[in-house]
């Protein structure tokens, strides 16, 4: 990696953490450059405006709450050995994505929708994002389909929609007065998904 590379990313770093402590409202330029260890001026090359670093930011926080999991269901297609293996290791993996404990992930993807609302090129940059995630998971859910795992008539790209709409949905428990339990909420969840999972 370059030092370009490198300084870009920790200005980056600095205004997620920025972000995440205190919102938009708390990102104030002066110290994310303390933070980064850089310049004001060194912010200004990179990311020439502040609204520019801050949809950058955010951006990037939406992109990696969902990456790790992606690649984390690309595992499951390598490993698994049978259509019922899969959907148990794939149950295994929502558990861990419905848990009430991974709200403050989920939080981060919508707040960042809702950043964007008003933020045309952000908005777009997002869309951008999401469709190469989407493309990703794509690929990740046609191995599986390929390895049998999935029903050979299923749209792969529309399964990838589904699955990210079910765990940004997974948010309105997190505020609900009257949640369902994990289990409960995984259960359904399942009950969803089974019809693109060979049995």
């Known amino acids: 990696m370059t030092d370009d590379h490198n300084v870009r ?6 205004a997620i953490d920025a972000i995440d402590e205190g919102g938009e409202a708390g990102l104030r330029v002066i110290s994310v450059a303390k933070n980064a260890g850089v310049t004001q001026g060194m912010i200004k090359y990179y990311f020439q405006t502040r609204d520019n670093l801050v949809s950058e930011a955010q951006i990037s926080r939406f992109l990696s709450t969902a990456a790790e999991d992606v690649e984390y269901i690309a595992q499951l297609a390598v490993t698994s050995a049978t259509p019922a293996e899969y959907r148990s290791n794939l149950r295994a993996l929502l558990a861990i994505i419905v848990n009430a404990q991974r709200w403050p992930q989920r ?10 609302t008003k933020r045309p090129n952000m908005m777009a940059s997002i869309a951008r994002a999401n469709s190469l995630f989407i493309d990703r998971a794509t690929e990740v859910y046609q191995m599986a389909r390929d390895r049998g795992f999935i029903v050979p008539t299923c ?11 079910i765990a940004l949905g ?4 997190d505020i609900d007065e009257r949640r369902p339990s994990d289990e409960e909420l995984l259960d359904a969840i399942m009950l ?8």
Do not use: M
């Not at 939080?107 to 964007?116: D, E, H, K, L, N």
């Not at 998904?193 to 049995?199: A, E």
């Open 192 to 199: 969803s998904i089974d019809g693109f999972l060979v049995k």
């Open 155 to 165: 749209d792969i790209r529309a399964l990838a929609l589904v699955v990210q709409g």
């Open 9 to 14: 990313q920790r200005i980056l770093q600095a």
């Open 170 to 173: 997974v948010y309105l428990s």
């Open 107 to 116: 939080a981060v993807r919508i707040s960042t929708f809702g950043a964007a």
